[in-house]
């Protein structure tokens, strides 16, 4: 992100953040409006931000009609990750490295409501790509908030990640049964190799007899082969009428005809694809 587009992220999330604290808390945030390249200060700001402003949810009511305000990315967050986030935003990026080491040391040190706030803003930092391997190492957390603060509403992944990466992520998000829909870039990111270790996973879990998100088959449809087919065929003759049905949704975006032909054998899921009653955003169990 370049220092222009980052001041324009700043002022939108200023105006929100005027709109959801007291005069007293924006004038003592005010006092950190170009940072002058204190750390102590930064990172001492950064930790008490809570104390200043509350945890409340941010109340945008009265910015939806201010199209020069960036609000979106913004929905549901907490006074205090917003806070936090235009904190980071103020720091001098000028010098690479300083930069650099100052917010990753932030990372290493944060708590995990600062660790939120932190993952949160990698969209908004500048010299997007030096943030990739700390994006990856987010993605190992165990913490569920930590997750989804990179998962959720965060366009950096599916920029910046590369696909390994980004394949990590998505198994993660299955696999810590995350609201799978919520990652930016599902369809743009979609490749054979996550199709492949999703119907893998697939079989896994229905081979200890547990249920399968039917969002997997989203991510599966423009890749089935020989080998997805099969695993397929077990989704298909399993008991989930939730995950024959999307299996039934995937199976016409492919160009796989075997899976088209045994899928016209079964009346009841052929329906789904005549009628057009399901489509991929009413399919989900979270």
């Known amino acids: 992100m370049s220092i222009d587009d980052?001041?324009?992220?700043?002022?939108?999330?200023?105006?929100?953040?005027?709109?959801?604290v007291s005069p007293d808390t924006w004038m003592w945030l005010q006092q950190f409006n170009k940072l002058p390249n204190d750390y102590s200060?930064?990172?001492?700001?950064?930790?008490?931000?809570?104390?200043?402003?509350?945890?409340?949810?941010?109340?945008?009511?009265?910015l939806q009609s201010d199209s020069s305000t960036v609000i979106n990315p913004f929905k549901n967050w907490t006074v205090d990750r917003l806070c936090r986030v235009w904190l980071l935003l103020q720091w001098d990026s000028t010098d690479k490295d300083k930069y650099h080491q100052t917010i990753e040391n932030l990372f290493l040190s944060a708590e995990m409501n600062e660790a939120v706030a932190l993952y949160s803003a990698l969209s908004f930092?500048?010299?997007?790509?030096?943030?990739?391997k700390r994006c990856a190492e987010g993605i190992r957390s165990n913490i569920g908030s930590v997750?989804?603060?990179?998962?959720?509403?965060?366009p950096y992944p599916s920029?910046?990640?590369?696909?390994?990466?980004?394949?990590q992520l998505i198994?993660?998000?299955?696999?810590?049964?995350?609201?799978?829909?919520?990652?930016?870039?599902l369809d743009q990111r979609a490749n054979k190799e996550l199709a492949l270790i999703l119907s893998d996973y697939a079989r896994e879990r229905w081979a200890a007899g547990r249920r399968v998100n039917p969002v997997l088959w989203r991510l599966?449809?423009?890749?089935?082969?020989?080998?997805?087919?099969?695993a397929i065929k077990i989704g298909l003759a399993g008991g989930d009428m939730a995950e024959k049905e999307a299996i039934a949704?995937?199976?016409?975006e492919s160009d796989f005809e075997p899976a088209k032909q045994w899928l016209s054998k079964i009346p009841e899921l052929k329906s789904v694809v005549t009628d057009k009653a399901l489509n991929w955003d009413k399919v989900s169990i979270n």
């Open 6 to 20: 980052i001041a324009k992220i700043g002022a939108s999330i200023a105006t929100i953040i005027k709109d959801n």
């Open 171 to 185: 198994l993660k998000a299955f696999f810590t049964e995350k609201k799978v829909p919520l990652i930016i870039g």
């Open 159 to 167: 920029v910046y990640l590369d696909q390994a990466a980004w394949n």
């Open 249 to 252: 949704l995937a199976i016409p």
């Open 220 to 230: 599966v449809a423009k890749f089935i082969d020989e080998k997805i087919f099969e």
């Open 41 to 62: 200060a930064l990172n001492t700001a950064f930790m008490i931000i809570p104390r200043k402003t509350g945890k409340s949810v941010i109340n945008i009511g009265n």
């Open 147 to 154: 997750l989804e603060a990179i998962m959720y509403d965060n």
């Open 125 to 132: 930092l500048a010299y997007p790509e030096i943030w990739v």
